[in-house]
Nanobody, 118 residues
Framework: QVQLVESGGGLVQAGGSLRLSCAAS????????MAWHRQAPGKQRELVAT???????NYTNSVKDRFTISRDNAKRTMYLQMDSLKPEDTAVYFC????????????WGQGTQVTVSS
């Protein structure tokens, strides 16, 4: 099996920064695309940022120039550096990854809470 574990969430004031991590473990031959999603209370889950195995990244417009996605393939870990945080960034942040073992499947983490106070 494959496990994705997020960490790094917490409470921060508006304008502050947080760095989220997503560590993959288990039966893994290769990790393809990885992504961060978030879900605010009463809202649908939304895609925040994606990164390919080669490091190409994309962002939703609301976080461009504030968030930076990266990954360390040797450590099987993805990161999300969040700067200039706003109250509207408050949400549970989830990571997912497309992983190859005996087949290729998408796995999700359990999420980490990010709360930005005004």
């Amino acid at each position: 099996q494959v496990q994705l574990v997020e960490s790094g969430g917490g409470l921060v004031q508006a304008g502050g920064s947080l760095r989220l991590s997503c560590a993959a473990s288990g039966s893994i031959l290769r990790i393809y695309d990885m992504a961060w999603h978030r879900q605010a209370p009463g809202k649908q889950r939304e895609l925040v940022a994606t990164i390919t195995s080669g490091g190409t990244s994309n962002y939703t417009n609301s976080v461009k120039d504030r968030f930076t996605i990266s990954r360390d393939n040797a450590k099987r870990t993805m990161y999300l550096q969040m700067d200039s945080l706003k109250p509207e960034d408050t949400a549970v942040y989830f990571c997912n990854a497309r992983v190859e073992n005996w087949r290729t499947s998408t796995y999700w983490g359990q999420g980490t809470q990010v709360t930005v106070s005004s």
